[in-house]
């Protein structure tokens, strides 16, 4: 079965700086999907990024990035240039269509606090 | 922009009884999914539900859980006699297609309390 990893319960950064959360997981899969999901406080989660694992090439939206180190089985997010309302639980999430069909796989989640 | 919607937003309920969850999933998807996350757990997938029947299911979801989609927007989630473990935040969420990598779409959840 497949396993993700937050390791960082919460985190902290000053508003215009980078920050990065960490997530690892665990699978025999060679095809899956990656993401990275974001809660702010008493809102819905919405998608911040997608990796195909198939794809060397890091994602990147806007001023979201991932790593993904594919033989590490590592996928941290990269924030740049924070911002008060990044302020969220953020959930890294893992999808393979060999083991687990359409459902996701949660980390424990990592409550980041941008501080003004 | 279209949204997953969820009523209510916290049920209480006594052990034993019933309750039905419900969630209205973006008008125009065609998979739905339910979640759980007990406090201080992590978010655990229940069941997703494509065209008026189950497409896979976790352990969680035993014959205490049942899922319907009663008409052409609402999806529900029943649980016919809870119990203390039940209380949870209950996610729904749809997607526009079932492949694996397609984005998932969350309502913002209903708080279930059982005393």
């Known amino acids: 079965a497949q396993t993700v990893t937050q390791s960082q319960p919460e985190m902290s950064v000053q508003e215009a700086e980078t920050v990065t959360l960490s997530c690892t997981y665990d699978?025999?899969?060679?095809?899956?999907?990656l993401f990275w999901y974001k809660q702010p406080p008493s809102r819905q989660m919405i998608l911040v990024i997608r990796?195909?694992?198939?794809?060397?090439q890091n994602a990147t939206e806007n001023r979201f990035s991932v790593n993904f180190q594919k033989a590490a089985k590592s996928f941290s997010l990269k924030i740049s240039d924070s911002q008060l309302g990044d302020t969220a639980m953020y959930f890294c999430?893992?999808?393979?269509?060999?083991?687990?069909?359409?459902?996701?796989?949660f980390g424990e989640g990592t409550q980041l606090t941008v501080n003004p | 922009e279209p949204e997953v919607t969820q009523t209510p937003s916290h049920q209480v309920t006594q052990m034993g009884q019933e309750v039905i969850l419900r969630c209205v999933p973006i008008?125009?998807?065609?998979?739905f999914y339910w979640y759980r996350q007990i406090l201080g757990q992590k978010v655990e997938f229940l069941v997703s539900?494509?065209?008026?029947?189950?497409?896979?299911k976790s352990e969680i979801f035993d014959d205490q859980f049942s899922v319907e989609r009663p008409d052409g927007s609402n999806f529900t989630l029943k649980i016919r006699s809870t119990k203390l473990e039940d209380s949870a935040m209950y996610f729904c969420?749809?997607?526009?297609?079932?492949?694996?990598?397609?984005?998932?779409?969350f309502g913002p959840g209903t708080r279930l309390t059982v005393l």
């Open positions: 990796q195909e694992a198939y794809k060397q």
């Open positions: 008008s125009n998807h065609l998979y």
């Open positions: 999430a893992f999808v393979s269509e060999e083991t687990s069909g359409s459902r996701l796989t």
């Open positions: 699978t025999s899969e060679n095809n899956y999907y």
């Open positions: 969420a749809s997607s526009l297609r079932g492949q694996v990598g397609n984005e998932q779409f």
């Open positions: 539900f494509y065209n008026n029947e189950i497409s896979e």
